[in-house]
Nanobody
Framework: QVQLVESGGGLVQAGGSLRLSCAASGSTFSINAIGWYRQGPGGQRELVAS???????NYADSVKGRFTISRDNAKNTVYLQMINLKPEDTAVYYC????????WGQGTQVTVSS
């Protein structure tokens, strides 16, 4: 069973940067498309970025040009580089497979102060 663990969140000022990591166990990690999701206070969980097994990427309009998703299959890790952060990016960030989602982990909190 693949498990995903998110890390890298924190408190930053608007305009700052963070890099989130999603570390996976399991030998089949490289064939899975992975998404980064976020859930803001009182909001629904939304998909903000995804990366396919071949490296193709997609982004929500709200983060295009500011967030970059990448993967290192040798390390079984997917990253989310976030720059020019805005207060509205404040949320708990999660990663998961796009298909056949796993049980959600604890996520990593990102807080952007104005």
């Amino acid at each position: 069973q693949v498990q995903l663990v998110e890390s890298g969140g924190g408190l930053v000022q608007a305009g700052g940067s963070l890099r989130l990591s999603c570390a996976a166990s399991g030998s089949t990690f490289s064939i899975n498309a992975i998404g980064w999701y976020r859930q803001g206070p009182g909001g629904q969980r939304e998909l903000v970025a995804s990366i396919g097994s071949g490296g193709s990427t997609n982004y929500a309009d709200s983060v295009k040009g500011r967030f970059t998703i990448s993967r290192d299959n040798a390390k079984n890790t997917v990253y989310l580089q976030m720059i020019n952060l805005k207060p509205e990016d404040t949320a708990v960030y999660y990663c998961n497979r796009l298909l056949f989602a796993l049980p959600w982990g604890q996520g990593t909190q990102v807080t952007v102060s104005s």
